[in-house]
């Protein structure tokens, strides 16, 4: 069981590539699901667009909420979760992440570099999309100086990155040092209504 978080912008090609890795894990004998924030907005908003700013934060705070139930009740299970639709630009972001978990996994965070041409071509094959600023989300990631975990340059094809991927994980490239406080745990635990450990 571990938590595989994949950080990438629009058109980085994170669910071929969140695919493709649950597909070898389980290859591999491994349980494994891929769990796409995204995918619990769209419970609460199809459509992504909102009336004002405060309904935006509702359903994405509600869809957090949920993915972060699904993923404990995956790794209780000793399923490996790999999830996709977080922005983590830094270890902050990871960190605030986590502290919304129960479980406490071996923790490995990816983020997927490629160049801005590169995901201006994806992003124009797949359908531009309104919603999507990718200028903006270029220039958050040119911002970073450091990384937490492991940058990736997932410009292979997407079996190949897979694989390599797949390698770095096994090797233990990209762990993260959870720091998430015990009193901090244990209390997003109990909002959680989850056992203390």
């Known amino acids: 069981m571990k938590l595989i978080l994949i950080d990438g912008g629009p058109a980085s090609g994170k ?14 004998g491994e349980k ?27 359903d994405q705070l509600q869809a957090r909420i949920d993915i972060s139930k699904d993923i404990d009740r995956y790794l209780l299970d000793d399923v490996t979760a790999l999830v996709i639709g977080e922005r983590f630009l830094s270890k902050d972001d990871v960190l ?18 490629l160049p801005f041409a590169l995901r201006q071509y994806r992003l124009h094959q797949r359908g531009p999309h309104s919603l999507i600023d990718l200028e903006k989300d270029q220039r958050d990631r040119d911002a970073v100086t450091e990384w937490p975990g492991c940058v990736y340059d997932n410009v292979h ?11 770095f994980i096994q090797e233990g490239k990209g762990a993260f040092e959870n720091e998430v406080s015990q009193k901090d745990s244990d209390e997003l635990k109990r909002q959680h209504g989850l056992k203390l450990k």
């Open 32 to 58: 494994a699901v891929l769990l796409d924030l995204d995918t619990y907005v769209e419970k609460y908003n199809p459509k992504w667009t909102w009336g004002n700013e405060q309904e935006k934060e509702k």
């Open 96 to 113: 605030h992440f986590l502290k919304r978990l129960g479980a406490d996994p071996p923790v490995y965070l990816y983020h997927l570099n």
């Open 157 to 167: 094809s997407p079996e190949e990155d897979a694989s390599r991927l797949l390698s």
């Open 15 to 28: 669910n071929t590539l969140g695919e493709l890795l649950v597909y070898k894990l389980t290859g591999l």
